[in-house]
């Protein structure tokens, strides 16, 4: 269960508030695989990024009793002082993870770090650090994934590998995906949930949810 409950977001402006959320009130449906639609600026990121907590409402909050991740491959929470290793293990115990050395080893296998996995992250490229945000998030069993754009982490390989990975998930546990990209959410949902004009829809059928969105 996640619902909104009287759910207020604004950013200032100097033509005063500028509403993105007004008092909304939504719970998203259980059991679905969700792709979040909408116009430019309809607050797509905004909902998600408060879903992820990375971004506080105004007014209202977000209630759930799941275990959401955080956005898949976004290197939130990765302290570049720290090495790869190190940072999977602090991950992991800020998580519940019960066995950290299985799980360092297939954050490393995942992330392919090689030798660099015990280097500081400041050395890392920005795909590096990617792939490592990316493993530490896939190796743990959430209920629900958040997806932005996540696929897009890393070369060619790498993709298809972390593609295959969601794909993965979406069989055992739920995602709330946003994505430009129509294929990308009917390749992972089956439903979705259309923002307009502040107003949250759920869409049972996905196609039909598509063919709502593209007449906005």
């Keep these: 269960m996640i619902k909104l409950q009287n759910l207020t977001k604004y950013y200032p402006s100097e033509l005063g508030n500028q509403y993105i959320f007004k008092d909304v009130n939504f719970e998203i449906p259980e059991g679905h695989n969700v792709g979040i639609l909408g116009s430019n ?3 797509k990121s905004t909902l998600f990024r ?5 971004e506080y409402p105004n007014k209202g909050k977000v209630v759930t009793d799941k275990a959401i991740s955080w956005p898949v491959a976004l290197a939130t929470g990765i302290h570049p002082q720290m090495t ?3 940072n999977t293990r602090f991950i992991g115990r800020v998580n519940g993870v019960a066995d950290l050395d299985e799980y360092e080893e297939k954050v490393k296998a995942f992330a392919e770090l090689g030798v660099k ?8 490229s920005s795909g590096m650090r990617s792939r490592l945000a990316f493993g530490c998030c896939i190796a743990i069993d959430f209920e629900i994934y958040l997806i932005d754009e996540a696929t897009s982490v890393g070369d060619q390989k ?5 593609r295959q990975a969601l794909l993965d998930k979406s069989k055992t546990a739920n995602v709330i995906m ?3 990209e129509i294929k990308e959410i009917e ?3 089956d439903s979705a949930i259309i923002l307009h004009q502040g107003e949250l829809t759920f869409y049972p059928d996905l196609q039909e949810a598509i063919a709502v969105y593209k007449l906005l």
């Excluded at 408060?50 to 990375?54: E, H, N, T």
């Excluded at 996995?117 to 890392?124: A, F, G, K, M, Q």
């Design 41 to 43: 600026g309809s607050g």
């Design 50 to 54: 408060i879903l992820a907590g990375s």
């Design 84 to 86: 790869g290793r190190e």
């Design 117 to 124: 996995y015990d280097l500081p992250v400041r050395t890392y």
């Design 158 to 162: 790498f993709r298809k590998k972390a």
């Design 178 to 180: 946003v994505s430009h």
């Design 187 to 189: 390749e992972f949902c």
